[in-house]
C-alpha cells in the first residue's frame, strides 16, 4: 500500500466503474484493488438504465449487491464524484462484507445511489439475481 493509505477512501462500484467496465480507466493508475464485496444490508435494488447502465437505488425490502471495493486517492475520489453526481446520483456511505469470508473486514465503504426508482428503469438480462443478491455484469 502506497504512504497515502491514510487519507484514502474504500470506493464499492457495482457498474460501469468495476474491472473491465468502460469507465473503469477513471479510477486510474493509483487505484488499488480491495475485493469481491457485497452489501451488508438487502436494501438496495439494481437496475438498467435505459439498457445502457447499472444504478443502484434503496429500497425497503431489496438485495444485497454485489461488487468490487477499491481504495483511492482523494483525487480519484474527487473524479469519480464528479461523474457519478454530473449524472445525478449522490454519495452514500454503505456497509460491505467480504463475499466469501461473510466478514467485516473493511466495514464501510462510499458507494453512489441513483434517486427513485422512476427512471427508465428496467431489469433486463445484464442484471442477475442469485439468492437474494444482485449483480450487474459487464
Not at 20 to 26: D, E, I, K
Request: net charge negative; hydrophobic share 35%.
Amino acid at each position: 500500500m502506497s504512504n497515502d493509505y491514510n487519507w484514502r477512501t474504500n470506493l464499492f462500484v457495482y457498474g460501469t466503474l468495476k474491472k473491465g467496465g468502460r469507465l473503469h480507466s477513471v479510477l486510474g493508475n493509483s487505484a488499488e484493488f480491495v475485493g469481491q464485496y457485497v452489501t451488508a444490508d438487502s436494501r438496495y435494488d439494481l437496475f438498467s438504465y435505459a439498457k445502457s447502465f447499472p444504478i443502484m437505488v434503496a429500497r425497503e425490502n431489496g438485495y444485497k449487491v454485489r461488487g468490487e471495493v477499491w481504495s483511492v486517492t482523494p483525487e480519484t475520489m474527487d473524479r469519480v464524484n464528479a461523474i457519478e453526481s454530473g449524472s445525478h446520483y449522490y454519495p452514500f456511505q454503505i456497509d460491505v462484507m467480504n463475499e466469501h469470508t461473510k466478514e467485516y473486514e473493511i466495514g464501510s465503504a462510499m458507494t453512489f445511489l441513483f434517486p427513485g426508482n422512476k427512471h427508465k428503469l428496467m431489469p433486463v438480462s445484464d442484471i442477475n439475481e442469485v439468492d437474494g443478491v444482485k449483480e450487474w455484469v459487464c
